[in-house]
């Protein structure tokens, strides 16, 4: 999350159930692309909007087998404008860094060890 957030995604921790977590990416217009909380080994997600499903990211095909590069390119170069997301050929430019998330509270947690 802090590498995505490092270009200026705009990504959370998203806790799908026990034990599940994932990746959910706040879009400009109000909905959240929620990336893995399945599960499953390939890399897709659901975009959301109030909780209603209102489109989605295919699996992305070899994903299974992705490094963690490659997952960050592959939610950093998603174009989420359709309702099947497809990845655009080149990354978007890279916007201004996200200070990481959980500020005070995760510093103390790691030790201080986090500037």
Known sequence: MDKLRG???PAHLERGGVN???VRVSLPD???AVWDTDGTAGLEAQV???GILVGYVPEIEGSENFDEQQVIDAIERTDYNQPVARRRSTAPPTAPPLPPEGGFFRRMFGGFRER
Do not use: A, L, S, T
Request: glycine letters at 24%; aromatic letters at 8%; zero cysteines.
């Open 30 to 32: 109000g909905r959240e």
């Open 20 to 22: 599940q977590f994932g």
């Open 48 to 50: 959301m909007r109030d």
């Open 7 to 9: 270009k200026g995604v």
